[in-house]
C-alpha cells in the first residue's frame, strides 16, 4: 500500500513538475530559435551592408579620380583657351598699331606728295614771273626806231651828257611812253635786308606790336619768296592771325609754311598750332587728324610732346610710335 502512494505520489508529482516546468522550457527553447534567426538575419544584414559600403567606396573613389581627372582637364583647357586668346588680342593689337603705322606712313606720303606739288607750283609761278619781268626789261631796253631821235638832234647824235629827251614823241618822265610807244616803268623799289627784316619782325612780335611785325613779314615773304626764311616769316604771320582769333587766316599761312617751307625750323610748331587752330573752330576730327599726323611726322620734338598731351586730355587715343 505504501509503495503505491509513493508511486502515486511520485506520478503525482512528476506531472505537476510537468505541467509546471515543461512549457517554460519549452517556451525558452522557442525564444532562443528565434533570437538565433534574428541574430543570424542581423549578421547577414551587416554583412550586406558592409559589402554594400564596400561598393559605395570603391565607386565613389572611382567617381572622385574621374571628377579629378575631369577638373584637370577643365584647368589645362581653361589655361590654353587663355593662352590663346592672350596672343589673339597681342596679334590684333600688333596689327591695329601696324596699320595704325602703315596709315600714318601713307598720310605722311600723301602729305609729301602734296608739299612737293606746291613747291613745283610754286617754282613755276616763280619761273613764269621771272620770264614776264625779262620780257619787261628787254621791251624797255629795246632802241628807239630809226630817224627818231631828240628834238635838235640829227640822226646819229647821241644827246649830249646829262641831258633829259623831250619833245614829241620822247618820255616826259617815269610811265611816260617810250619812242616805241611802251611805257617805262618807274624805277623798282628796292628790298630791304633779309635778315635784318625778319629779325626786326621778330622783336616786334615780341613785344606785341603786331601790326608792324605784320608788314615786316609781309615784305619778307614779298621780296624773297623762294628763301627758307619766308617759311619763317608765313609761320608769324599765322601767329598773329592765331592771337587776333584769326585762325582761318591762320591755317592758311600754317599750310603755306607746311606746304612750301617743309622742311623749316617752325614747320612742327605751324602744324601743331594749325591743329589748335581747326580744333578752336569746331573741327575736332580735322583737328586730331593734324595733331596725330604732326606726331608720326615729327615724334621726338617738343611739339610733338605738347600734341601727345593735347589728345590725352581730349580722351582720344594716340598712335604709337614706331
Known sequence: MRISVAIRNRLLGAAVFGLVFLPTAQRACAVSKEMVQLQTEVQQLLDQVQRLQSTLDTKMGVLQNLAQQTTD??????????????????QGDATGSKLDGMSGQVQSLNDSVDELKARIAKLDKAMQDMQTQLQTMQAQAAPAQPGVG?????????????????????????????????????????????????????RDYSAGRY?????????????????????????????????RKDYAGAI????????EFSGNIKAPAAQLHKGYALLAEDKRAEGIHELRSLIQRHPQTPEAHAARSKLNGMGVRIVPAH
Open 73 to 90: 582637364e577643365a584647368n589645362q583647357m581653361t589655361a590654353a583657351v587663355s593662352a590663346i586668346q592672350q596672343k589673339l588680342n597681342a
Open 150 to 202: 631828240p628834238a635838235g638832234a640829227t640822226p646819229g647824235t647821241a644827246p649830249a651828257a646829262g641831258a633829259v629827251p623831250s619833245g614829241p614823241g620822247m618820255p616826259a618822265g617815269p610811265g611816260a611812253p617810250s619812242a616805241t610807244g611802251t611805257p617805262v616803268a618807274p624805277m623798282a623799289q628796292q628790298a630791304p635786308p633779309l635778315d635784318e627784316t625778319l629779325q626786326s619782325g621778330e
Open 211 to 243: 601790326d608792324v611785325a605784320r608788314g615786316e613779314f609781309q615784305d619778307v615773304v614779298h621780296y624773297y619768296p623762294l628763301d627758307n626764311q619766308a617759311g619763317t616769316a608765313l609761320f608769324y604771320l599765322g601767329e598773329i592771325a592765331y592771337q
Open 252 to 259: 592758311g599761312n600754317f599750310n603755306q609754311v607746311l606746304e
